[in-house]
């Protein structure tokens, strides 16, 4: 039987448990370059010996107007190639496979002058009015994230994550709450989002695996369900997509009988439906912080893998102590044998 320290593998990707740091912002390129920092070194390497299967590093932009804000990370210049690599090269020395999210924040980016998106349609009240796309700049976007994933894989990444989830450039282009063109990425919303999954394929391995984040619900007065959610992910599975990083919401503001539950493991029956409907890997992620609830998650085959998030965000350590809880063996580094149960080692 399978649990959150059975080793998983998927093509060359081989992880030594089920656990995953999904990719978190962390707002902290002081220099507003894109550049990884000191900061970001510290972060996802420390996860790295607190024994997480799989770091996805933070969603990293195909341009400078692409990003949330202008302090997040970037992977539109060769510039931004060094720190990754670096922190890549770290995680591995501990065990960790890393990935990495890219990704364009269309008209939630915060600090562009004008953002840009599928449709000149503001996120709320108090967003910018975003510029539509021409065809012929959605073309060039899409060389745009080829690109990022060309520098991601110079950089050593073992996966590539595309961010087509929380409201995001291919989250805009693919919901019909903010796809309101009249083109050809009009006619098929899934066709920008396709035509990146292809691009992406072309610079990787044949063996490394992609990841599509999606976000299975929108949670909007007129947005789209699970149903819906399927039938993208679906088109994106046959374009080339190997895993389903399934979340929700970030298409606009919570509407009141749309509400998603605060309860633990809220998102897992959208990931199982995932994982059933189109017989795929999926990584579950929301409120799955307690080990042995992570832990049951992979037992009961509803998904391949868990995303701890907030857990990891208090605790790096929290794969050592999940295996402290749950009797595994987490592969404690012989430094901190000290601190932790023989059962854990």
Avoid at 243 to 259: D, L, N, P
Avoid at 260 to 276: D, E, M, N, S
Avoid at 307 to 312: F, L, P, T
Wanted: glycine residues 10%; aromatic residues 8%.
């Amino acid at each position: 039987m399978k649990d959150l320290f059975t080793p998983y593998e998927l093509k060359d990707l081989k992880l030594k448990n089920r656990v995953v740091l999904p990719p978190m912002c962390q707002y902290s390129v002081t220099e507003k370059d894109g550049i990884a920092t000191d900061w970001h070194y510290n972060h996802y390497v420390s996860r790295a010996v607190g024994g997480t299967g799989l770091i996805i590093i933070e969603m990293t932009d195909v341009e400078p107007d692409g990003r949330i804000t202008d302090y997040d990370l970037g992977i539109w210049s060769d510039e931004h190639i060094p720190a990754l690599a670096r922190i890549v090269d770290a995680c591995h020395a501990y065990g960790a496979k890393v990935g990495i999210q890219i990704a364009h924040a269309g008209r939630k980016a915060e600090d562009a002058a004008v953002p840009v998106s599928s449709s000149p349609i503001p996120f709320d009240d108090k967003s910018k009015t975003p510029r539509e796309l021409t065809t012929a700049e959605v073309k060039d976007m899409v060389g745009k994230f080829q690109a990022g994933v060309r520098r991601a894989v110079k950089a050593g990444f073992d996966v590539i994550e595309l961010h087509g989830a929380h409201g995001y450039l291919i989250h805009q282009f693919h919901s019909p709450l903010t796809n309101r063109r009249t083109d050809e990425y009009g006619q098929d919303l899934t066709l920008f989002g396709k035509e990146v999954i292809a691009a992406a394929r072309q610079e990787m391995p044949e063996g490394m695996p992609l990841i599509m984040r999606i976000s299975a619900q929108e949670y909007v007065e007129g947005g789209y369900g699970l149903k819906e959610s399927l039938n993208i992910g679906a088109a994106y599975k046959e374009a080339g997509a190997d895993i389903f990083h399934i979340s929700a919401g970030g298409e606009g503001a919570i509407a009141a009988a749309g509400r998603p539950g605060t309860h633990a493991a809220y998102q897992v029956p959208l990931a199982r439906a995932f994982k059933q409907e189109l017989a795929v890997p999926v990584i579950a992620v929301g409120r799955l912080d307690e080990p042995a609830l992570a832990n049951a998650v992979i037992g009961n085959e509803e998904a391949d893998l868990v995303a701890v998030g907030r857990g990891m965000l208090r605790n790096p350590y929290w794969t050592l102590e999940a295996g402290v809880q749950l009797g595994k063996a987490a592969g404690v580094p012989k430094q901190y044998t000290f601190g932790f149960p023989r059962t854990s080692n």
